[in-house]
């Protein structure tokens, strides 16, 4: 079958033995294969035992409070991978901001610039975005050239619609491994879910 990403003209293929009848691999990574490259800011080994997906928002202020202990949580183990995929749900700034980490990807700037995004005190303005630009050297004009592409726009929907269809309501959304938590739960609390 072909499932279509609203308000785009992508269409992801896939076929209903492998996305849902086929269990020789989990829902959570077959959500991650689904997702090009580019779409997908990761921190620790792509092996890895555990595999934490974070549905997120830029402007969520509670995907901006979990984001230091995710960090903290696959540095300290080895055997994590945590996984940030966009879902931009709470403003047009949002969908920019998501395009714009997936344009900056393309660069080689992408885990760089979303943990700046998160870093920033106070709330995120212009003055404040093009410093991170500037501070990451990121190619500003292609940068913006990128952003207005098709494919850019079709990566940030698919994640969107992908984190839709797997239940999330808002954000954070998280997969811990194959258990689904909707909303904020403090990473001490999920730690048990992993091997």
């Given at each position: 079958i072909f499932v279509w990403i609203p308000n785009s003209n992508?269409?992801?293929?896939?076929?209903?033995?492998?996305?849902?009848?086929?269990?020789?691999?989990?829902?959570?990574l077959k959500i991650l294969e689904a997702i090009p490259e580019n779409g997908k800011i990761q921190i620790g080994p792509e092996n890895a035992e555990?595999?934490?997906?974070?549905?997120?928002?830029?402007?969520?202020?509670?995907?901006?409070k979990i984001h230091p202990e995710l960090i903290e949580l696959a540095e300290r183990r080895d055997d994590t991978r945590v996984v940030f995929l966009q879902h931009p749900i709470l403003?047009?700034?949002?969908?920019?901001?998501?395009?714009?980490?997936?344009?900056?990807n393309i660069q080689g700037k992408g885990n760089e610039f979303h943990n700046a995004l998160f870093e920033?005190?106070?709330?995120?303005?212009?003055?404040?975005?093009?410093?991170i630009i500037d501070d990451l050297d990121i190619n500003k004009n292609k940068l913006m050239i990128d952003i207005g592409r098709d494919e850019i726009k079709n990566i940030?929907?698919?994640?969107?619609?992908?984190?839709?269809?797997?239940?999330?309501?808002?954000?954070?959304?998280?997969?811990?491994?194959e258990e689904f938590l909707g909303g904020y739960v403090p990473v001490n609390q999920f730690e048990k879910f992993l091997k």
């Open positions: 992508a269409f992801a293929e896939m076929t209903l033995e492998k996305s849902i009848f086929d269990n020789t691999q989990p829902f959570h555990n595999t934490i997906i974070e549905f997120m928002d830029y402007f969520c202020g509670y995907c901006k403003s047009q700034s949002s969908e920019v901001i998501a395009a714009m980490v997936v344009a900056a920033i005190s106070g709330s995120l303005n212009q003055e404040k975005l093009n410093k940030v929907k698919l994640s969107s619609f992908l984190a839709m269809g797997s239940g999330s309501r808002g954000t954070p959304a998280l997969f811990i491994n």
